[in-house]
């Protein structure tokens, strides 16, 4: 017989959702334990290692505010850090809050059931542990499900291969290789750069091509980090007032790119090229808002793309004809300037689709190609494929998969009718991937601990939303979604990237609307939840 361990907690993850969440719950004095699949703590940053791989937000913006003594005694290095120094970060947040000794490593959750009678859910894991909880915690990402494409004779390559969201711990040597990669998005775009430098040839297999501005990154200056440190109050607050809940401290350009002339827009334009990173779209007040608008800023970025890029054949099919910021937007170091170099070539599937992976390589519509090693930088089920690969069943035995068939719904991005005290960090609905995660995550977990207090509080034992609160929600994201340009391409926010996966916009853009909502609903006493 199996032997049940009863906690009052259980969170599923150890990243940067789950680590906080766990430190929240210990101070409520809840037993918590956390499961994770890892063999360390680091969600996102322990299993993303490709070569180059690193944060496309500011590394000071990209951290814990919970803790001042945290924000001041760590040292950022760069101005966007690398996946080793943000890893090493969430080791250290780990050990300085004593979190591990409630962390199960190497574990993954396989499925969790909510018993009626008890008001617990029943958490089983891969090991054959069964763990009974008043809360479950799901902190398993937006981004953590890799995507493997569904390829004829995928499995049939020969050699190695890898997939940039699942590399190996000991890093890869692509010396003297001939390696193909699939894949252009900003896994891709980072470390494409990066192998090129190391292989004997290196062949990219674009289905779209990407939008790129460059990261300009460089070392963090010992006064920069001290002016940081001593104003990070502001810093914090500026950002939380800031749609995507970073760069409040940039100077913002409150005017559309339609109500000035032409050389205005270009100074715009340049100055923020110059300066790098996800500003840049920033420039105007309604580029992810007005077709026409974005239209201009995508014709300055394909000419930058051209200045960079030697054959102007390879340039032409590396200029993207979709609305920029629609897919989000990479920050790259010499992406573009890689096609430049004699050993990489560029393959535009849309002219020659891949038709197979054979034993030795890939074989497209128009040629052969022999490969030493495969690269899938081919993204993530993103959002909902971690939550859906454990077998959730809520109320009467109602399997999360079948209610999310047709697509995700959630109130908040939190909680799902019908899943009593199930709570999901940076769920579908909620501002997530369309913002500084760590800031979106600390106003969930603190949300989630806060809700947890108040239902104990109250003496009730289970929360859960109204379904038709839920399905307003559901109805409320979209309608924000569909005043951007957002919804406009075949994105992985719309699940488009996934075959068969249904397409519904699943993050809410606007992390200031969203916190005030939240806000006024908890004043309105928790309106449209059910607490029983
Ligand atoms: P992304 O951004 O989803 O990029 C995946 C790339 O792989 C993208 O270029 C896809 O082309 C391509 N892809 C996916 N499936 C295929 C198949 N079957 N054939 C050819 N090409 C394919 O994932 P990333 O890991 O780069 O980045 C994810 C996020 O991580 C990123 O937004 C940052 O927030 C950090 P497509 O565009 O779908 O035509």
Request: proline fraction near 5%; aromatic fraction near 10%; include cysteine.
């Amino acid at each position: 017989m199996i032997e049940q361990q009863h906690v009052d907690a259980v969170v599923v993850g150890a990243g940067f959702g789950g680590l906080y969440q766990l430190k929240r719950l210990r101070e409520l004095g809840l037993t918590t334990r956390v499961f994770e699949a890892g063999s360390g703590v680091g969600g996102t940053w322990y299993w993303n290692r490709y070569p180059g791989a690193r944060c496309d937000v500011p590394s000071v913006e990209y951290s814990y505010s919970f803790d001042d003594d945290l924000q001041q005694e760590w040292d950022w290095t760069e101005r966007y850090a690398t996946q080793p120094e943000i890893l090493s970060y969430l080791d250290h947040v780990a050990d300085r809050f004593d979190l591990r000794e409630d962390i199960t490593f190497d574990t993954r959750v396989t499925s969790a059931a909510f018993d009626e009678d008890a008001d617990r859910w029943t958490i089983t894991t891969d090991g054959g542990e069964e763990v009974t909880a008043q809360f479950f915690v799901m902190a398993t990402g937006c981004l953590s499900n890799a995507n493997m494409p569904d390829i004829e004779g995928r499995d049939s390559f020969a050699g190695p291969t890898y997939h940039t969201g699942q590399w190996p711990h000991e890093g890869v040597d692509f010396t003297g290789l001939r390696v193909g990669i699939i894949g252009t998005g900003s896994s891709a775009v980072q470390s494409i750069p990066m192998i090129a430098e190391q292989a004997d040839h290196l062949t990219v297999f674009q289905r779209t091509p990407t939008y790129a501005v460059p990261a300009h990154n460089r070392p963090l200056e010992d006064e920069e980090l001290a002016y940081v440190k001593a104003h990070y109050d502001e810093l914090r607050d500026a950002n939380r007032e800031m749609g995507t809940a970073f760069g409040g401290w940039l100077e913002h350009n409150d005017i559309g790119v339609l109500e000035v002339d032409e050389a205005t827009r270009e100074a715009q334009f340049d100055k923020r090229w110059e300066e790098g990173g996800l500003a840049f779209l920033g420039a105007f007040n309604d580029l992810l808002l007005v077709p026409e608008a974005n239209e201009i800023v995508a014709d300055y970025v394909r000419r930058r793309i051209a200045e960079k890029v030697d054959d102007p054949d390879v340039a032409a099919k590396l200029m993207p004809d979709t609305v920029v910021g629609c897919k989000r937007l990479c920050v790259d170091t010499g992406y573009y300037e890689t096609y430049n170099r004699p050993n990489v070539s560029l393959i535009d599937l849309q002219d020659t689709p891949i038709q197979r992976i054979t034993p030795t390589g890939i074989d497209t519509a128009g040629d052969s190609f022999e490969f030493d090693a495969i690269v899938f930088a081919t993204g993530f089920d993103a959002m909902t494929g971690a939550l859906l690969a454990v077998d959730i069943e809520g109320r009467q035995g109602r399997s999360l998969r079948e209610v999310w068939s047709a697509g995700p719904t959630t109130y908040l991005g939190v909680q799902v009718p019908e899943f009593p005290n199930l709570f999901i960090i940076s769920g579908p609905g909620s501002p997530s991937v369309l913002t500084n995660m760590v800031t979106s995550i600390e106003q969930h977990v603190e949300f989630i601990a806060d809700t947890i207090e108040h239902v104990r509080a109250t003496g009730h034992t289970t929360i859960e939303p109204e379904p038709a609160k839920a399905d307003e929600w559901v109805a409320y994201v979209n309608t924000v979604a569909d005043f951007t340009l957002f919804p406009r391409c075949n994105s992985w926010y719309l699940g488009a990237n996934v075959p068969g996966k249904p397409r519904v916009f699943m993050p809410l853009p606007g992390f200031p609307g969203y916190v005030e909502q939240v806000d006024q609903i908890v004043d309105n006493d928790y309106e449209g939840f059910i607490l029983a």
